[in-house]
Every structure is written in C-alpha cells, then in structure tokens.
C-alpha cells in the first residue's frame, strides 16, 4: 500500500505540474503575442498616418509615382521606430524602399498579397515576425508596409521559464515524493501498529492502552479498538466465568449422581442387613420354636434390628425433607447456644455415663438466629457420635463463645478420631469410619449428613478435625445475633 501511494503522489504531482506548466507557458506566449501584435499595430498605424500626412502636404502626383519616389526615404523614417528593418511596397506590389537592404529577403507573397486586399498579415520565420499593413491614402489603398520585428527576447524569456518551470518542478516532485514517502509510511506504521493491535486481540492477549495517541481518524480508529478490546475481555471473561459455572455445575452433577447411585446402594446395603438378620430368626423360630433360649435371643435381636430398620427409615425421610421441604418446616428465632447446649448435655447425659464417659461444659452466652429444632438435633447428633464412638471411661468437652461476631461451637471427645482422608466423606450419607462399630452402636451413617444440611440450612459452617486415635474435635460455626437497642 506504501509503493501504491507513493507512485500515486508521483503520478498526480507530474501530472499537476505539467499541466500547470503547459498552462503558464501558453499563458505567457499568448501575452507576448498580444504585446507584439498591438505595438506593430501601433506602428501600422503610425506609419499609415505620415504616409497620408506626407502624400496630403506632398506635391499631387499619383500613388505610384509617389511611392517610387517617396518610398525609400518613408522606409528609413519608419526605420527609426526599433524596428528591425521596414519595406514599403506600392499598390501593385512592387518593392519601392528598404531600410535595410542587406536584410535577406523572405518569400512574403502570400502574407503581401492579403495585405494589398486591405487586410492584415504576419509570417513568423525562427526569431523575427514580419508584420504587413495596408497603407491607406485619401483615394484609396497607397501601397503595404512590411515591419520586421525580432521576437528574440520573448522567446530566450519563453525558453527560461520553460527551464526554470522544469527545474522547479524537479524541486517539488522530489520534495513531495519525500514528503510524501514520510507521511505515507508514517501512516502505514500507524495501521501495522492496528493490525498487530487487532493481531493481538485475535490471539487473546488483550490492550492495556490504545495503541496510538492521536488526534486524527487513525488515533480515533485506535482507540475505538482499545474500548473493543476492552468489551471483548470483558465479554470474554463472562464467557470464562459461565463456563466455570456450567463446568462446575456439571461436576455438581456428576458427583451428585455418584452420591445418588452410592445413596441407593449403601440404602439398600443398609436395609438388607436387619431385614436379612430379622428374616433369619424368624427362619430358625419357625425350625426351632420350641427353644426358649433361642426364642429369646431371636425375639431380642429383632427387635434391635427392627428398631435399627425403624431409625434408619427415619433418619432417610429426615435427611430427604430437610432437602426438599425445609424452607416450610423452619421456625428461625434468637437462641441461646450456652442454653441450649447445657439441655442437650443433660439429655445425652445418661447414655455417656452408661459407657463411664463424662462431659465437661465451658458455655459462654451468644445468641443465634435459628431454628431451636433443627439446633437441638444437631448437638444430640454430634453428642451422640461422642459417646458411640469414644473409648470407656473417656471424656467429652463441651464449648460456646463469640469469636469476631461469630458463634463458634467445639464439641471434643477422647475417641477413635478420624483420619485426615476421611474427615469429608464422613458427611456423606450412609458412610462410616468403622462399619463394625457402627452397626454395634445402632449408627446408619446419615447422622452427620443430616447434621450438615441442617448446619447450612441455618447459614453455618461444619468442620471436623483430629487424628484416628487421637480423640476427634467438631467446630461448629454460626453467623451471631446482634439486637440492637431501638
């Protein structure tokens, strides 16, 4: 585009000049061809004038005779007027005075021959004009003069503005070239500076300025581009962002149909085993219904896997309405945490000293936002885990305080513990640590997920800490109510 521009420049620059030139020059040859034309007029003029005034005051004698004999002296009086030389011919033709008679002569019978029919005429031979007059008398047409001028001076005028216009010419088409050839590749570096701009935004890495600061169409074009670039990083991080969003939602997805599948088969596992056990004895009662000893033990574990089948199916539809109906089934009101703790230690205190197991109670007073049920279930569940899964003759410990406008709950105990790896999936429905204390404790592995929901459902956080065999600590965190005075 630089060379098309360049050679566009050229072409229109020589173009201008030679027409401008062509115009000058015609201009200027035209005015001396005017100017030469008026002063031979002038001249014809006057020499038409004293040869009437001559003829007039002269002796009468016809045109002829006195042309003959007037002619040459009229030719040298005329002569004197800067002219180059000046021939007098009489009305038939005939050559009758010469100024200069050693001028060579020039075949001027056509232009003499006009002339002689009173009209004017002028024959240009290189650097001289020869002008012919009629020279009119009282009677009629006395003869023709004939003025030679030279056109030297106008033409060597003519030839130095011919050179000085190729000169000047030269001047300005090599200065515009130049100038030309710097204002075109000025702008092209301004628009390569565009293309890499646009370059860039293609390839993601987007403008952190405009690209070019200037006040003309480019630096407006520049930073058009600036604020596209800026709209399309911005339209591109919100394309960034949903597709996050959608990839996490797939993941959400994809995990929740994993949890749906395991829900089902651990659902299943869990039923089938009391009612696997359950239909057993009811097997070996209807073999063996006569043994007392067997009657008795079938009849006890029945119904501890009865009862166990009974929590379960419970503990299942608690877990599935919290999901679906719970916003209809919360009453939120200000609690007091170090209240409600110290009535859910005391109802939890009889099955921790059945095991030898002591609770020890640090309350401080805060207040929550909550529903008082839903808070009550949760610290029977967690105190509940303390007691089936600590060790004989262990301790409990339980905490209230406010922490940076926080309510943060601690309940610890002496336990088996949980292992790090193991510390998230332990709010998954229907897992446990120990399967085997699990089913001897009575536990279905939907404790802690119920306890969660119902933690989040109250704008609260859950965490579990502890190593296995090292006791396990669960903080419980809610969001604390401030009443502010009216």
């Given amino acids: ?44 003029e006057l020499a038409g004038k004293q040869v009437r005034q001559m003829y007039i005051t002269g002796e009468r004698t016809a045109p002829e005779e006195f042309m003959q004999r007037r002619g040459q002296e009229l030719a040298v009086t005329l002569d004197s007027y800067n002219l180059t030389h000046v021939l007098i011919y009489d009305r038939n033709g005939r050559r009758v005075g010469n100024s200069s008679p050693m001028e060579i002569a020039i075949d001027a019978r ?49 030839q130095y503005i011919e050179r000085l216009f190729l000169l000047v010419g030269m001047i300005v088409t090599v200065s515009g070239l130049l100038f030309g050839y710097w204002f075109v590749a000025r702008q092209a570096r301004a ?80 039923f089938k085993t009391p009612v696997t056990s359950i239909k057993a004895y009811a097997d070996l009662l209807g073999m063996y219904n006569d043994d007392p000893g067997l009657i008795r033990e079938a009849t006890s574990n029945m119904s501890k896997e009865a009862e166990r089948l009974s929590g379960l199916v419970d503990q299942a539809l608690q877990l599935s309405l919290l999901n679906n109906y719970e916003p209809f089934a919360s009453h939120p009101e200000p609690v007091d945490l170090a209240v409600l703790l110290e009535d859910a230690c005391g109802r939890m205190n ?3 000293l059945k095991f ?78 120990n399967k085997d204390r699990s089913r001897a404790s009575g536990g279905t592995g939907l404790g802690l ?26 903080t419980v965190v809610f969001p604390a109510f401030e009443q502010h005075e009216p």
């Fill in 449 to 474: 997920a119920l306890v969660k929901s119902l933690v989040e459902k109250q704008n609260g956080s859950i965490r579990i800490e502890g190593d296995q065999g090292q006791g396990t600590k669960v």
């Fill in 191 to 270: 628009i390569r500076k565009l293309m890499s701009a646009a370059d860039q935004i293609g390839d993601g890495r987007y403008l952190q300025s405009p690209v070019l600061m200037r006040g003309d169409e480019l630096g407006e074009l520049g930073r058009q581009i600036y604020a596209m670039s800026g709209t399309i990083e911005q339209q591109v991080a919100r394309l960034e962002t949903e597709k996050r969003k959608l990839q996490e939602a797939v993941e959400r997805l994809e995990l929740l149909e994993q949890s749906q599948k395991q829900f089902i088969n651990n659902f299943s596992h869990e």
């Fill in 350 to 352: 009889g099955k921790a």
């Fill in 110 to 158: 056509p232009a003499l021959e006009h002339a002689l029919n009173g009209k004017i005429a002028y024959i240009t031979e290189k650097n001289k004009v020869e002008y012919f007059a009629p020279l009119p008398g009282p009677e009629g047409l006395l003869g023709v003069v004939q003025l030679g001028i030279s056109i030297q001076e106008d033409q060597e005028f003519y």
């Fill in 1 to 44: 585009m630089k060379w098309k521009l360049m050679g566009f420049i050229g072409v229109l620059l020589l173009v201008t000049l030679t027409v401008l030139s062509l115009l000058v020059l015609q201009g200027i040859k035209d005015n001396q061809l005017r100017g030469r034309e008026q002063s031979l007029q002038i001249q014809a």
């Fill in 356 to 433: 030898g197991i002591m609770m020890h109670l640090d309350l401080s007073p805060v207040r929550v936002f909550a529903d008082r049920d839903n808070l009550l279930h949760i610290f029977i569940n967690l105190l509940d885990n303390a007691i089936k899964y600590n060790v004989p003759q262990g301790q409990i410990r339980v905490s209230s305080a406010l922490e940076h406008r926080q309510a943060v709950i601690r309940i610890s105990d002496t336990g088996i513990g949980i292992a790090e790896d193991e510390r998230e999936r332990v709010f998954e429905p229907f897992y446990t640590v």
